[in-house]
């Protein structure tokens, strides 16, 4: 098991465009989360998706936005990009039966927009 | 409101010293508690949750209700101990967790 997997590993957007990133969960996992570290800070909660739905959301614009397959693989969506948006995006898989289960991490995507 | 404080940004200690990587937090709710710890060019990947009350690595944690803390501490550091370390909350509503802005702990010879 590869546990959750990232793509791309980095990219380089202008501000104003749109980006696209993608996650695997670990096998046997339902629920993704998504987080965005700054440079020199803790991660920071996105939101959450389980059953194809958004669960939980946390201080995000709606510039933000996610989708999750039946395959339990997830997107996040980030549209008309700004410099702050420069940071490592990391996905987290969980199992949603399990409410309290421990979250991994995957190597995470690494954001710059110029 | 959720909260998660880690004091110090850097921690240098040599190799067989104690270690006490300190961790506050405010939530108004009974909360669950975890150290992550990220190596070098490696993933975020869990070190311990205080529900679990066990010693990994040497590491442990004791949650402290009264002083809403939750210091992760070993008593003779080594120098695989370096990485960076993150404390994270996760309150009684979901599965969302709050991360404080970590620690850099740097064990030297």
């Known amino acids: 098991d590869a546990g959750v997997t990232q793509s791309p590993t980095h990219l380089i957007k202008t501000r104003g465009q749109q980006v696209t990133l993608r996650c695997s969960p670990k096998?046997?996992?339902?629920?993704v989360s998504w987080y965005q570290q700054a440079l020199g800070q803790g991660p920071q909660f996105i939101f959450q998706?389980?059953?194809?739905?958004?669960?939980q959301r946390g201080n995000f614009p709606d510039r933000f936005s996610g989708h999750q397959f039946p395959n339990y693989s997830s997107e996040l969506n980030v549209n008309a990009l700004l410099l702050g948006d420069s940071a490592l995006y990391l996905c987290?898989?969980?199992?949603?039966?399990?409410?309290?289960?421990?979250?991994?991490f995957g190597p995470g995507t690494r954001l710059t927009v110029l | 409101a959720q909260r998660v404080t880690q004091p110090e940004k850097l921690l240098s200690v040599f190799k067989g010293a104690p270690v006490e990587l300190k961790c506050n937090y405010s939530?108004?709710?009974?909360?669950?508690l975890f150290w992550y710890v990220q190596y070098s060019r490696q993933r975020l990947q869990l070190l311990l949750r205080?529900?679990s009350r066990e010693s990994i690595k040497g590491f442990t944690a004791d949650l402290n209700k009264g002083e809403t803390s939750f210091h992760l501490k070993k008593p003779f550091a080594q120098e695989e101990d370096s990485a960076m370390y993150y404390c994270?909350?996760?309150?009684?509503?979901?599965?969302?967790?709050?991360f404080g802005g970590g620690t850099r702990l740097m064990v030297k010879p």
């Open positions: 939530y108004s709710g009974s909360p669950e």
């Open positions: 998706y389980y059953e194809e739905e958004e669960r």
């Open positions: 987290a898989s969980s199992s949603g039966t399990l409410f309290t289960d421990t979250q991994y």
């Open positions: 205080h529900i």
């Open positions: 994270a909350l996760r309150s009684n509503a979901g599965n969302m967790l709050t």
């Open positions: 096998s046997g996992h339902d629920t």
